[in-house]
C-alpha cells in the first residue's frame, strides 16, 4: 500500500505552482489599457459623425428650401446640436490621449460643457419632432400652435438658451474653482462640497429627469402614431368592396 506522504505533496506543489498563474491573470486583467478603448472608440464615432453631419449639414443649410415649416425648423436646430457636438469629441480624445492637467481642464471645462449642451439639445430636438409628427398624423385636418412656423422659431430658441445658461453657470464655476487641480477626466466631478460640486449634481438631476421626461414620451408618442396608422391602414382594408 502506497503511502500517502506523496500524494499530500503533489497536492501542495499543484496548489503552490497554480496561485502565481491565478495573480499574473488577475494583475493582466487590471491592467487593461482602457484608455486605449475610449480613444479608439471616441476617434471612430467622430470620424464617421464628421461624415454624416457635414452631409445633413449640406443637405439643410446649403440646398434652396423655400418652403418653411415646423419641421424643417426642428430639423435644422437638430443638425445643428448633433454637428457641434461631434466637434466637442476631439477635446475629449485628446483628454483621454494626454492626461495631463492643462488637457483635463481644457476638457472639463470647454469640452464637457459643450458635449451637455448639444447632446441635451439633440434629445429635445428629438421630441419635438416626434410631437410634430404625432399632431400632423393624429390631427391631419388640423393646425395646432405647435405647428405654426414661429411657435417652432421661439421654441428652439427657448431651448438654446436654457441650456446655454445651465452651461453658463457650470462653465463660470468650474473656471473659478478648479484653479490649479487636476479634475478626472473621466467625470469631472469635484470631490469637495463647494458651489461646483452642488450646481454639477443639481444639473445632472435635472437632465436626468429631462431625460427620462423625453424618452417615456418620445415612446408614447410613437407608439399613438403607429396605433393611428394601424387604425387608418384596417379602415382603408376594411372599404375595399370584396369581388367574389
Same mark, same amino acid.
Given at each position: 500500500?502506497a503511502?500517502?506522504v ?8 499543484t496548489?503552490?505552482t497554480? %496561485?502565481?498563474?491565478? =495573480? !499574473? =491573470? =488577475?494583475?493582466?486583467? +487590471? ?21 454624416l453631419? &457635414?452631409?445633413m449639414?449640406?443637405?439643410?443649410? +446649403?440646398?434652396? #428650401?423655400?418652403? #418653411?415649416?415646423?419641421?424643417? *425648423?426642428?430639423? %435644422?436646430? /437638430? *443638425?445643428a446640436?448633433?454637428?457641434?457636438l ?8 485628446? @483628454?483621454?490621449?494626454? !492626461? ?5 481642464? $481644457?476638457? &472639463?471645462?470647454?469640452?464637457?460643457t459643450?458635449?451637455?449642451l448639444?447632446?441635451? @439639445? ?13 399632431? %400632423? ?24 438658451? &436654457? ?8 462653465l ?9 487641480? $487636476?479634475?478626472?477626466?473621466?467625470? &469631472? ?15 445632472? +438631476? ?13 415612446? /408614447? ?6 396605433? %393611428? ?8 382594408? #376594411?372599404?375595399?368592396?370584396? =369581388?367574389?
Open positions: 500500500m503511502s500517502p506523496p500524494a499530500t505533496n503533489l497536492t501542495t506543489f496548489i503552490f497554480m %496561485k502565481p498563474n491565478t =495573480t !499574473n =491573470t =488577475t494583475q493582466a486583467l +487590471c491592467k487593461l489599457p482602457a484608455n486605449e478603448v475610449f480613444i479608439f472608440a471616441y476617434s471612430l464615432l467622430f470620424l464617421v459623425s464628421l461624415v453631419n &457635414c452631409i449639414m449640406r443637405v439643410y443649410f +446649403c440646398s434652396n #428650401q423655400n418652403i #418653411q415649416s415646423s419641421f424643417t *425648423v426642428y430639423m %435644422k436646430n /437638430l *443638425v446640436a448633433d454637428f457641434f461631434c466637434l466637442s469629441l476631439p477635446l475629449r480624445i485628446a @483628454a483621454y490621449a494626454n !492626461n495631463s492637467s492643462i488637457m483635463n481642464n $481644457i476638457h &472639463c471645462s470647454f469640452g464637457a459643450a458635449f451637455f448639444n447632446i441635451y @439639445a439633440s434629445i429635445l430636438f428629438m421630441d419635438f419632432i416626434a410631437a410634430n409628427r404625432y399632431l %400632423k398624423i393624429v390631427r391631419p385636418m388640423e393646425t395646432h400652435a405647435l405647428q405654426m412656423v414661429h411657435t417652432a422659431r421661439y421654441i428652439s430658441a427657448a431651448t438654446w438658451l &436654457c441650456l446655454l445658461a445651465l452651461s453658463s453657470i457650470y463660470i464655476l468650474f473656471l473659478q474653482n478648479f484653479r490649479g487641480q $487636476i479634475p478626472d477626466a473621466f467625470t &469631472c466631478e469635484s470631490s469637495d462640497n463647494s458651489p461646483l460640486s452642488v450646481t454639477y449634481k443639481s444639473i445632472h +438631476c435635472m437632465t436626468f429627469v429631462s431625460f427620462i421626461f423625453v424618452l417615456v414620451s418620445l415612446i /408614447l408618442l410613437y407608439w399613438k402614431t403607429h396605433q %393611428k396608422l394601424r387604425e387608418v391602414q384596417f379602415s382603408s382594408q #376594411q372599404s375595399i368592396p370584396t =369581388t367574389s
